[in-house]
């Protein structure tokens, strides 16, 4: 059950108990999401093509493809690389979680108690959706950027931890540097975050209702990966003109890698993309980051449903 929903009103969820069931969701996600996160935010930063174009063209970046960017910083970095900046991630993604499905719980019952319309309808829950990922987004946009920090760097390290990285970043580039990228990151999120709760709402919809736990599960894990991959694709763009952003004043630790660029804001970084490496590099990650989404929005739905189910039990049971 994501949002209010009137068939259920004899069990619907408090805020806080929202919030835990959206933060425990994104905990358990992250862990298994990390690896995919590394690979697809190295394929983001990187000026040089991603691919060659014919067989015969060597590929001119670091990274060109999912298993050799695996291998290469597998070889170069060690396994713990993969899970790079993993600690502001996770405190990135329950954080999200929670405050993004505690506010979609709030908004849908709000609509569906002061409007014509039903909290379950797909309008609904793309604009709630939208707005709910807007409002988590800026309570952990910080978070977002220490992650991407610390994802982008290679060896050796320029932040060395958590505290390291906050301290460094704010007394040599200001506050401001915390909210790089929140533009695109803001007009990107709320499409993307209303496509996915539309998609799969609808999806939901269409294949019926389970008759067991078991197919209630997949299905929450199917329609989840499947309206993740069809909200990154229209929205991706965004997600790359934010991670350019957000390493601005990090060149140093990105020299290593290839070509570095610094853009003066957003339409900067979007006209000077589109000409030097033109429409193809508004997609550069875009495979990585699709399977990314299959599984980080597929295991959201599905974690977020079953620990809802919980907590449902343990009222019922009180």
């Not at 425990?24 to 040089?48: C, N, W, Y």
């Not at 990107?188 to 269409?206: D, H, M, R, T």
């Amino acid at each position: 059950m994501v949002g209010y929903d009137p068939q259920y009103s004899n069990v619907v969820l408090s805020p806080e108990e929202a919030a835990l069931a959206g933060s425990a969701a994104g905990m358990v996600t992250r862990v298994f999401i990390s690896p995919l996160d590394v690979i697809k935010i190295r394929f983001q930063l990187q000026i040089e093509q991603v691919s060659s174009q014919g067989s015969s063209q060597r590929p001119q970046g670091k990274y060109w493809g999912l298993l050799q960017a695996s291998r290469v910083i597998f070889t170069e970095e060690g396994l713990p690389a993969f899970w790079k900046g993993h600690v502001p991630a996770q405190l990135l993604s329950i954080c999200f979680g929670a405050v993004q499905f505690a506010t979609f719980e709030i908004l849908t019952e709000t609509v569906h108690k002061n409007t014509l319309y039903s909290s379950q309808t797909p309008v609904v829950h793309f604009v709630c959706g939208g707005l709910s990922a807007c409002s988590a987004t800026v309570a952990v946009q910080p978070l977002d950027t220490l992650r991407t920090r610390f994802a982008a760097q290679g060896e050796p390290k320029i932040y060395r931890n958590l505290r390291h990285a906050v301290f460094t970043m704010y007394q040599t580039e200001g506050l401001f540097t915390f909210y790089r990228g929140l533009i695109p990151t803001l007009v990107a999120v709320f499409p993307y975050a209303g496509l996915q709760f539309f998609s799969y709402n609808v999806l939901k919809s269409l294949t019926g209702p389970q008759n067991s736990e078991f197919k209630g599960g997949l299905q929450s894990l199917m329609c989840g990966s499947c309206s993740g991959v069809i909200s990154k694709t229209f929205t991706y763009p965004f997600d790359l003109f934010k991670k350019r952003l957000q390493v601005a004043g990090f060149e140093e630790a990105r020299k290593h890698f290839g070509q570095v660029r610094t853009y003066q804001g957003f339409l900067d970084c979007v006209v000077r993309i589109g000409k030097e490496e033109g429409v193809r590099g508004f997609f550069k990650g875009l495979y990585p980051s699709l399977v990314k989404a299959a599984v980080s929005t597929g295991l959201t739905f599905f974690s977020y449903e079953v620990f809802v189910g919980l907590l449902i039990r343990l009222k019922e049971n009180h």
